[in-house]
């Protein structure tokens, strides 16, 4: 997992609680980086599960709500840093849409070594979105709160839909989003 997740998380945390509580997190998740990340650097996504266990232990908050939550800022930093992504964009289902083919593509360009997740969409009804988050890792929270971020950022009326897949290698979520009148 690239570093950049981990320093805005160790930000959000900051923002979030305080830095007392960033210093307690990774004491207590004992990890083999002791919390020292580069945003270019990689790191293995157990550290970001170790962090968000231990968040949540001393915080008394469900692991999958403080990574939904922490999707959603992570959207909000990531649209800043590179507002590129957003040009000429006027919806969430575009921007969702330009995941794979557009957003991935130039992620790839700055870090080859990324090992990003891949997404499936459909279009049932020009009202609809069915996205398919499938990656050898668990973050579907994750990928819910970006989505949810993005939704905001918008600031449009999108009810949004979650159903876990079972699959054999690795994890798949489903995400239905229905614009609404």
């Known amino acids: 997992m690239k570093g950049i997740v981990f320093t805005v998380f160790l930000e959000f945390v900051e923002e979030i609680f305080d ?3 960033v210093d307690d997190i990774i004491e207590l998740a004992a990890l083999p980086s ?5 945003s270019v650097g990689t790191y293995n996504h157990q550290e970001m599960l170790q962090l968000v ?8 908050i469900p692991v999958h709500e403080l990574v939904n939550k922490f999707g959603r800022h992570l959207f909000g930093c990531l649209s800043s840093a590179h507002p590129q992504f957003l040009e000429g964009v006027d919806s969430s289902f575009q921007l969702l849409a330009s995941i794979e083919d557009y957003i991935h593509v130039e992620v790839r ?5 990324a090992e990003l997740p891949r997404f499936e969409y459909k279009f049932p009804r020009p009202e609809q979105m069915i996205m398919t988050y499938h990656s050898t890792r668990p973050f579907g929270d994750l990928a819910q709160g970006l989505i949810e971020g993005c939704i905001a950022h918008f600031g449009e009326n ?5 159903e876990e897949l079972s699959t054999e290698k ?5 995400f239905i989003l229905r614009q609404q009148d």
Do not use: M, V, W
């Open 170 to 174: 690795g994890f798949s979520t489903r």
């Open 19 to 21: 830095a007392d509580r």
């Open 53 to 60: 266990s231990a968040l949540s232990e001393l915080s008394h």
């Open 109 to 113: 360009k700055l870090y080859p070594d």
């Open 158 to 162: 999108i009810r949004l839909e979650r």
């Open 34 to 38: 002791e919390g020292a990340y580069t």
